[in-house]
Structure formats: structure tokens, C-alpha cells
């Protein structure tokens, strides 16, 4: 079990429905025949309470809510992963709006986030829940934001008595922030009919009702076993709004993520080396128990290793530009090239 823990929130709070947030207020319809002389231009930030002819600007309201350099970000830090970034804004966007319907006094119910991520290992399912907890943290849904991770070891207990303290210890650590259950299905063992995982999902489901205003719960796994696990636990299912679904990454996505791996730890591709290494993706997606950028963040330590190893070997002086440079023998040293058989891919590199 960890946690992530999130500095102070930076974002405004989120008002209920017919509740203002302080700030700069739009300015009113001038009184007068209708016309463009008579509209007021739409004011910059949000603010407290508006009259029904009030103008706000959409554009001005998003940039003092820092919702752009937040989507911005995640475009930066994540390749690929467009399905999962459009539903991210649309999320982003339902916020914003509910807060404008709030400040015109217009009905608008707080929603309901609690998400499921599906999607094969390595697709950046628990990197997305992080950033998740800290957009709604600065969009003022979350009050701190951080992540708690879980699985069915830190939520069942193994005798009577055991599962309620686990799991309440557990949710009481991820309110205000994420919880963000792996595996989610492995609470669920209709088997074992001494099985306590029931329990602990009942506990969950009465708090993600009861606080879901104060907690967002996402649960992750293969899309085939949380099919299977919403249609045994039907209560569950009906409190998942967001069915977000990650799908693997493809060849210039993964090379993509390589060079970017390479280039936080300070290395350099040569040109032949770039070469290779697409090569050697290519040849390492087609074996088994790939696992997206998880594996390429394995091959890329088997580089480091296979670079610092000739480097040493080689002796005598050398500069700053070796310490850096990855090559093609570098790369071409990994047995994927002469044995694609399969075997577990920590060894394949």
C-alpha cells in the first residue's frame, strides 16, 4: 500500500449548487433597448453570485482557472492516450460549467467521478489517477487530491472482524484524494463462499455513496475481468459514471516514450542507435507478457547497464559526450535480436 501525498490545494473550492466563490463579479445587461452598444463585453474571472443578464467569457474564466496549462500538461507528459485525454477534458469542461451554473443560481448537481480504468499493464493507468487527483484538486472538486493505491491484500482481511478496519483505515486515508483500487475484480471470489472480499466491497460501496463528494474511487484492471466482476456486483456498476478504457500503445507511441525516457535521464541516441531501438521494440511487442511502457522502461535500464559496461571495459579517458551517447552496439546487445522465443520479458533485454 502507498500513498501519494498532495501539497495544499493551489485551486478555488468548488461552491454547491446556488452557492458563489469569491472574486471579481460579470458585469450586468446595461438597462436599455436591445444592441450591441447595450451588451457589455463578458468579464475575465470568475466570481460570486451573477444576474440572469450577466456575460462571463468562457475563454478568460478557463485561463484564471488554470484548466488550459492543466490540460496542456498532461499532452506533455502523456504520448498517445487520446481517448483517455478527450474524456479528461470533457470532465474538466462539466466542472467549469456546473461552477457558471452555480453563480446564475441554475440547478446543478455536484457529479459523481468514481471512474474505472481498463486497459493492459504499462498504459498509464496509475500515472493517469495521480494526475487525475490533482486536476480535480485544482479544479476545486478534491480537497487535497492525493493518491492512495490498493489491492485486495490492503482491503480483505483474513479472518471475522478483520475486513471492516482494513478497509475503513484505507478509505479514511484516501478522503479528500483517489483511491485507486488494481485489480479490482480479485475482490470478488464467488468460489471461496468464506471469501470476505463481499464485505469490504459493501464498505465501499457505502462510502462512495455517503462521501462522494469528499473522495473519488477509481477501480483498474483487464476489460474483460471488470465486465464480468460489474455484472457479479451490479451495485458497484451503478456507481462508475466514467468508463475510461487505455489502449496499448502502438510502435511510434512506444519509441516516442523511449526517447523521452532517455532524455529525463540525460542519454542521447546516436542515429543508428534510434534505428535499433525501433527495431528492437518492434521485435519486443510481438512477445509474450509485453507490458507497454513498463517493458520500455525495463529495456531502457538493460541499456544503461549494456552502456556503462563498454564504457568500462573500453578504459582510458573519457568525456561527457560518452557518458551520454547510447549506440547502436548498445542497443543491438539485447538478446530479443537473436531469440525471439518467448521467455519473461525482465530477461529479455
Known amino acids: 500500500m502507498s500513498a501519494v501525498a498532495g501539497r495544499k490545494a493551489a485551486g478555488f473550492a468548488m461552491p454547491r449548487p446556488g452557492n458563489g466563490a469569491p472574486g471579481p463579479a460579470a458585469r450586468p445587461r446595461a438597462a436599455g433597448p436591445a444592441g450591441p452598444a447595450n451588451d457589455p463585453p463578458a468579464d475575465a474571472c470568475a466570481g460570486g453570485p451573477l444576474p440572469a443578464g450577466a456575460l462571463v467569457d468562457l475563454d478568460a474564466e478557463g485561463r484564471a482557472l488554470q484548466i488550459s496549462g492543466l490540460l496542456e500538461r498532461l499532452d506533455a507528459e502523456f504520448v498517445g492516450l487520446t481517448p483517455v485525454k478527450d474524456r479528461v477534458r470533457e470532465i474538466a469542461a462539466l466542472l467549469l460549467i456546473d461552477r457558471l451554473r452555480a453563480r446564475y443560481a441554475l440547478s446543478s448537481s455536484r457529479p459523481?467521478?468514481?471512474?474505472?480504468?481498463?486497459?493492459?499493464p504499462g498504459t498509464g493507468k496509475t500515472t493517469m489517477a495521480m494526475r487525475m487527483g490533482e486536476l480535480l484538486r485544482e479544479l476545486g472538486y478534491l480537497r487535497q487530491g492525493q493518491l492512495v493505491t490498493a489491492t485486495r491484500d490492503d482491503l480483505v482481511g483474513q479472518y471475522v472482524g478483520h475486513t471492516a478496519p482494513k478497509t475503513k483505515d484505507v478509505l479514511r486515508r484516501a478522503m479528500g484524494g483517489v483511491l485507486l483500487i488494481d485489480e479490482a475484480y480479485y475482490l470478488y471470489r464467488p468460489e471461496n463462499e468464506r471469501d470476505y472480499g463481499p464485505e469490504a466491497i459493501e464498505i465501499l460501496l457505502q462510502f462512495m455513496e455517503?462521501?462522494?463528494?469528499?473522495?473519488?474511487?477509481?477501480?483498474?484492471?483487464?476489460?474483460?475481468?471488470?465486465?464480468?466482476?460489474?455484472?457479479s456486483n451490479p451495485g458497484m456498476a451503478?456507481?462508475?459514471?466514467?468508463?475510461?478504457?487505455?489502449?496499448?500503445?502502438?510502435?511510434?507511441?512506444?519509441v516516442q516514450i523511449a526517447e523521452r525516457m532517455l532524455e529525463q535521464e540525460q542519454y542521447r541516441l546516436s542515429p543508428p542507435a534510434t534505428e535499433a531501438l525501433r527495431e528492437y521494440i518492434g521485435l519486443r511487442m510481438r512477445q509474450p507478457r509485453f507490458s507497454n511502457a513498463r517493458s520500455i522502461r525495463n529495456a531502457i535500464d538493460r541499456l544503461r547497464l549494456r552502456q556503462a559496461g563498454r564504457l568500462v571495459a573500453a578504459g582510458g579517458?573519457?568525456?561527457?559526450?560518452?557518458?551520454?551517447e547510447i549506440t547502436d552496439a548498445d542497443v543491438r546487445g539485447s538478446r530479443v535480436f537473436s531469440d525471439t522465443a518467448a521467455r519473461p520479458p525482465d530477461h529479455l533485454a
Not at 112 to 120: A, E, I, K, V
Not at 239 to 253: A, E, K, Y
Open 112 to 120: 459523481s467521478l468514481h471512474m474505472c480504468f481498463t486497459g493492459s
Open 210 to 231: 455517503a462521501h462522494r463528494d469528499d473522495l473519488v474511487v477509481i477501480l483498474a484492471g483487464y476489460q474483460d475481468k471488470m465486465e464480468v466482476f460489474f455484472r
Open 238 to 254: 451503478s456507481r462508475i459514471g466514467h468508463h475510461i478504457d487505455f489502449p496499448d500503445f502502438s510502435l511510434g507511441d512506444l
Open 317 to 324: 579517458r573519457i568525456s561527457r559526450a560518452d557518458l551520454i
